[in-house]
C-alpha cells in the first residue's frame, strides 16, 4: 500500500515516524527519491551528527543505487550546524548553530526562494525541538507557513521523542503521518520485518493502513 501511493505525496507535507532509522532511509531514498527525481531537490539539515550519518548511507547508496546518489549530487542543502561541511551535493544556506536566533532570517530567506514544485527533505530537525523548546516551536509554525502551497516535503522523526502535547502541536504541521515499526516476533526466521504505513491523513485519497515489509540488499523495501 505505501509503495503504491508515494505519487500521492505530490503536493504534500509528509511525516515519516521511526523506531529505527534504516528503513526510514530506504523508504525515502530507494523509493520516493526516485518518485519525485524531476523536482528540483532541497535538503534541510540539522547538526554535524546526522551530516555525518547522512554522510555514511551516501556510500552505501552510491555502491548499490548510483541512480539515486546521482539525484543527491545536485541537492540543495540548507544547513544548522558547527561546520559548514555537507554529504553530498552544493551548500545553498549555512547558519551556524551558536548563532541559530540571530541569524535565523537566512531560513526566512531560503524558505522565500522554495517553489510550488520543490522537494524538501528534513533531517535532524527533530533535535531543535528538544534544545531550544517553545522558542523553536513558535518560529517553526510561522515558517511553515511561508512555505509554497503546493511543496512537497519529507520530514523525518524518531518516535518517542516528545510529549503528548507536543507531539500533537506538531503533527498538526502535516497532511499525512507515515510510521514505520520493527516487528518484534517476525514470522520469517532470520529477517527483520517491518511494518511500514499510513497512520493518519488528513487527506481521502491517502488512507489509513500498513503492511509488512523486508529490506533487500540493495536497501529497496520488498513487500511481505
Known amino acids: ?50 551530516c555525518r550519518n547522512l554522510k555514511e548511507y551516501y556510500k552505501f547508496i552510491s555502491k548499490h543505487s548510483p541512480e539515486v546518489a546521482t539525484i543527491l549530487d545536485k541537492a540543495y542543502i540548507v544547513k544548522i550546524g558547527r561546520r559548514d561541511t555537507i554529504p553530498f551535493g552544493r551548500l545553498y544556506y549555512f547558519v551556524h548553530e551558536d548563532l541559530i536566533k540571530k541569524e535565523f532570517e537566512k531560513l526566512e530567506v531560503a524558505i522565500s526562494k522554495l517553489k510550488d514544485d520543490d522537494l524538501v527533505l528534513m533531517f535532524g530537525f527533530y533535535l531543535m525541538f528538544s534544545i531550544y523548546g517553545r522558542w523553536i516551536l513558535k518560529n517553526m509554525i510561522w515558517l511553515a507557513d511561508l512555505l509554497p502551497e503546493k511543496l512537497t516535503l519529507i520530514s523525518l522523526c524518531p518516535y518517542g521523542l516528545y510529549d503528548y502535547t507536543t507531539t500533537r502541536i506538531i503533527e498538526r504541521f502535516f497532511d499525512v503521518i507515515v510510521r514505520i515499526v520493527k516487528e518484534e516476533e517476525p514470522l520469517d526466521f532470520g529477517e527483520d520485518i517491518y511494518i511500514i504505513g499510513v497512520e493518519e491523513s488528513v487527506t481521502r485519497e491517502i488512507k489509513p493502513g500498513f503492511e509488512r515489509f523486508k529490506i533487500l540488499p540493495d536497501g529497496r523495501l520488498s513487500k511481505l
Not at 505530490?10 to 530506504?26: E, F, S, W
Open 1 to 50: 500500500m505505501v509503495l503504491d501511493i508515494i505519487p500521492k505525496f505530490n503536493g504534500k507535507r509528509i511525516r515519516i515516524v521511526y523506531d529505527q532509522t534504516y528503513p526510514a532511509m530506504c523508504l525515502v531514498f530507494n523509493h520516493i527519491l526516485p518518485e519525485f527525481n524531476s523536482k528540483r531537490l532541497v535538503i534541510g539539515l540539522y547538526s554535524d551528527i546526522v
